[in-house]
């Protein structure tokens, strides 16, 4: 039987493909399964359709992240004060290789529900974990049962097994030949969906590129990827060449997102090369400018990607690192690059201008359409529109953070937080309903500091710190 729920007496605040404005206007919306069938003023609700209040309330799409690394939920807070030199020592060369599949799984189930809470209803994860086959059917199974809409995206890589005196990865040659034969089961058995519903679908993060190695070899396997086939194919980018070694191997198009891509904030060039060859391919940039700022990455490059017509999409990246809303990183996207162009404007005495280059819907634009046109869903989700999947987000106006504004735009980019988030909707199904999520917390949270503490019990920060040591006087800081 086909759930129907008429969201009566709202106000819709959406973007618009092809546009660079917003619409923002009275009506109700009528979810039937999966789908938006109705937008508009005084739908009449029949026998057979749950009515939500919506008076008082936005209705607004469902965030979009473009870049997570969602198991690292379970590694909660312990990095928020690290570079990214000292985080690839300390945790990706090795906690990371040393996590059991239990951390893991139950560290991507907790950070899809965190997400869910805070409004994010889709998900890019690239998983960088997969160090087992039980490692990575650990995150499969978890992606699949939280109700987010993911694309999955497990890593062709390993952990290096030493990394004293030199980097060793003993273990690579056996994980290529298993990583390989997963990946094709995985995208074989339902053309790519990895649930039925089609809500979780399989990706591929693929950064053997910047390790080096024959081209050819790259592009078999990124070939390979694509013929299984997998939806998305992401990679790191910071602050090295990677941009045009994809390009000129012939790899970029329009299922890559690059994440980060700091490199680009030093490229200001209208005709910069590295610009022009994610424009003519296609392929997206997935920023993440809380912690892209914070651990020395670079600035950030949202705002330049979106006035260059270059697709973009935000994300939160690392949730051992910063919490999992999009709130955060819409305000800091905007505002970043709000200061960096006035300080541009003093530094070299230009006149003041009449406003703001850039505003609020642009931060909106890039948490939700421009994250679903750089995963290429923006026929799916993204806007609120008639025909698209209902992923939707309902925000009490009257609440303490959000009553008496006006401007849903302005008020979800720099005044809401996940407790004005009433209801969460993924593919019409109700994840959060009146500000709880639907899936019960209190056995989650209790696995998920179980776990959290045995790993940090295993990994004290006096050893973590002594390793990072160890590295920098031997080596200096790892750059990317």
């Not at 392929?283 to 809380?290: D, K």
Request: charged letters at 25%; glycine letters at 8%; proline letters at 5%.
């Amino acid at each position: 039987m086909t759930t129907k729920y008429l969201l009566k007496g709202g106000t819709v605040a959406t973007c618009v493909q092809g546009s660079d404005e917003a619409r923002v206007y009275k009506a109700d919306v009528l979810v039937e399964g999966t789908t938006i069938t109705r937008i508009e003023p005084n739908i009449e609700p029949v026998p057979g359709v749950e009515v939500i209040d919506c008076k008082n309330k936005w209705i607004t799409p469902g965030f979009v992240d473009t870049h997570r690394h969602v198991f690292m939920t379970v590694l909660r807070a312990n990095h928020c004060d690290w570079l990214l030199s000292e985080y690839m020592v300390k945790e990706a060369w090795s906690v990371q290789g040393d996590l059991t599949p239990e951390e893991i799984g139950i560290g991507t189930l907790a950070g899809c529900l965190e997400a869910l809470h805070n409004g994010v209803t889709t998900i890019l994860d690239h998983y960088h974990a997969a160090n087992t086959i039980a490692h990575a059917e650990a995150a499969r199974k978890a992606v699949i049962e939280s109700g987010a809409r993911v694309i999955w995206a497990p890593a062709r890589q390993t952990q290096p097994t030493e990394i004293f005196p030199s980097m060793q990865f003993a273990n690579d040659a056996e994980a290529a030949k298993w990583q390989r034969e997963k990946l094709k089961e995985w995208g074989s058995a339902d053309g790519g969906k990895l649930r039925p519903d089609g809500r979780v679908t399989l990706g591929l993060a693929y950064d053997a590129i910047s390790y080096g190695g024959p081209i050819e070899a790259h592009q078999e396997y990124i070939a390979f990827a694509r013929s299984i086939p997998v939806s998305i194919i992401t990679a790191h980018v910071v602050k090295g060449p990677q941009i045009l070694t994809w390009r000129d191997a012939g790899l970029l198009g329009p299922d890559v997102v690059l994440s980060h891509c700091n490199v680009l904030a030093d490229r200001p060039a209208l005709d910069d090369e590295m610009w022009k060859a994610l424009k003519d391919s296609g392929a997206a940039i997935g920023a993440t400018p809380e912690d892209e700022l914070g651990m020395a990455h670079g600035n950030p490059v949202a705002m330049d990607a979106l006035k260059r017509g270059v697709k973009c999409g935000l994300g939160v990246d690392c949730l051992s690192i910063n919490s999992g809303d999009m709130f955060t990183q819409m305000r800091v996207v905007l505002q970043w690059a709000r200061g960096h162009d006035h300080e541009h404007i003093h530094l070299n005495k230009i006149t003041p201008p009449f406003k703001n280059k850039y505003n609020s819907v642009d931060a909106f634009r890039l948490g939700t359409l421009g994250g679903a046109e750089a995963l290429n869903l923006a026929h799916l989700i993204g806007t609120v529109e008639v025909g698209k999947r209902a992923d939707l987000v309902i925000f009490d106006g009257d609440s303490v953070n959000l009553a008496g504004a006006d401007d849903p735009i302005a008020g979800v980019v720099f005044h809401a937080s996940s407790e004005d988030v009433e209801y969460v909707l993924v593919d019409g199904e109700i994840m959060k309903k009146r500000g709880k999520l639907v899936r019960d917390w209190a056995p989650i949270a209790k696995e998920l500091k179980m776990r959290a503490d045995a790993a940090r019990q295993r990994w004290p920060m006096e050893k973590l710190e002594a390793r990072w040591k160890q590295w920098y006087d031997m080596h200096g800081a790892p750059v990317f």
